[in-house]
């Protein structure tokens, strides 16, 4: 490369749990720059899970979103004419965003009243490991293991 590497923009801990991974996903689930309105819906959301669990809804919710958060992925390369779907391993920072968009693609698809209520099912349904965005992490998961015999091109 000739240019140097950008530096990482440092994100600040979240002001009620004080989890940087908080303020990651909220930043994700933030429209228009309405960061505010973000956060009261996460922290709605995690209020709902923990009232009908009866246990730490932050907790629940780390848990959920490491059981929607894939290991391997499939990428498309031309080898000769043919293209193939290679699987490779994810790297850690990709990971987790995958898994928070993921996440927050299916709770907004839901069919609850509220942003917070179809974000605290979705929570509530990764946890449990149902739901679309846990399908999706499967479905990811299936696909590179039938493409396991183009591992080989890897790059």
Same mark, same amino acid.
């Given at each position: ?12 801990? @979240? ?28 922290? @709605? ?10 246990? @730490? ?99």
């Amino acid at each position: 490369m000739r240019k140097s590497k950008p530096k990482k923009r440092i994100i600040l801990p @979240d002001p009620k749990f004080n989890d940087v991974l908080v303020t990651k996903f909220v930043n994700n689930l933030m429209y228009t720059g309405k960061k505010n309105l973000a956060f009261q819906i996460f922290y @709605d959301a995690i209020a709902v899970v923990s009232e009908k669990t009866g246990e @730490d809804g932050l907790e629940i919710w780390k848990k959920g979103l490491n059981n929607v958060t894939p290991n391997v992925e499939v990428r498309s390369r031309r080898i000769g004419g043919a293209t193939f779907q290679i699987p490779s391993e994810i790297r850690p920072g990709r990971k987790s965003s995958i898994g928070m968009k993921n996440l927050i693609l299916y709770s907004r698809k839901r069919h609850e009243k509220t942003m917070s209520a179809k974000l605290a099912g979705e929570i509530m349904a990764a946890y449990k490991e149902e739901g679309a965005a846990f399908k999706k992490k499967e479905d990811t998961h299936r696909m590179a293991d039938a493409n396991k015999a183009f591992s080989h091109f890897r790059f």
